[in-house]
């Protein structure tokens, strides 16, 4: 079936330093797919999507290309600030009812 | 941000009591859906619903039910509560738009503990 993997966090880095987060996915197919970002307390809201091949999605400075060939969809932001401290997730959807998650990497960002 | 109102909001009960979570939308999309998170697993389907009346299971569907009367209502049942079930539940719904690249909005989620 299809998967999505997220690299293991928690992730803390300094203010203003570089943010990638690694997500992969398998899938018969070619699906959409998704980054969502969920605060304490709160649902996930999304980030940015990407619908096919090579597509970049990008919001909040934060940005992640579709990459056919190597079936990823890596999360980067130049230049992470403390209020992006959240649990990030990976998700890609196949079908109208079939979204997979990753099990999601928290970052944590020092001042 | 899509109207999507999760009740509770939190909740204890005790093992073997009935328990129902309702999720309520007010942007009229066709499907709805009931995760559940717990740490280590992100987000796992239970079930979802692609219209009133129109529910299906998803991976973790053993020990609840669902029901769909109106567009806007879904709710998720727990016949028989067990401590298994102690988590966080959150509702999402999605348009359908020709093609499967429409995101799902989520509710904030309910806490519900079972003792």
């Known amino acids: 079936g299809d998967s999505v993997t997220q690299m293991e966090g928690p992730v803390t880095l300094s203010e203003e330093a570089f943010l990638t987060i690694n997500c992969t996915y398998t899938?018969?197919?070619?699906?959409?797919l998704f980054w969502y970002v969920q605060y304490p307390g709160e649902g996930l809201q999304l980030l940015l999507k990407?619908?096919?091949?090579?597509d970049k999605g990008s919001n909040k400075g934060f940005e992640a290309t579709y990459r056919k060939e190597t079936t990823s969809f890596h999360l980067e932001k130049g230049s992470v600030q403390v209020s992006d401290s959240a649990v990030y997730f990976c998700?890609?959807?196949?079908?109208?009812?079939?979204?997979?998650f990753g099990t999601g990497t928290k970052l944590q960002v020092i001042p | 941000d899509a109207g999507i109102t999760q009740s509770p909001r939190h909740k204890v009960t005790e093992t073997g009591t009935p328990v129902t979570l309702r999720c309520h939308q007010t942007?009229?999309?066709?499907?709805m859906y009931w995760y559940r998170q717990d740490p280590g697993h992100g987000l796992r389907l239970i079930h979802y619903?692609?219209?009133?009346?129109?529910?299906d299971k998803g991976e973790v569907s053993d020990g609840y039910s669902v029901s769909r009367s109106k567009t806007e209502d879904f709710l998720l049942t727990l016949e028989s509560a067990t401590s298994s079930q102690t988590s966080v539940y959150f509702c999402?719904?999605?348009?359908?738009?020709?093609?499967?690249?429409?995101?799902?909005?989520f509710g904030d989620g309910t806490r519900l503990s079972i003792l």
């Open positions: 942007e009229n999309h066709r499907y």
């Open positions: 999402a719904i999605s348009e359908v738009r020709g093609n499967s690249n429409q995101p799902q909005h």
């Open positions: 990407a619908t096919k091949a090579d």
């Open positions: 998700a890609s959807r196949g079908g109208y009812q079939k979204v997979t």
């Open positions: 619903s692609y219209g009133v009346k129109d529910t």
């Open positions: 899938a018969t197919g070619y699906p959409s």
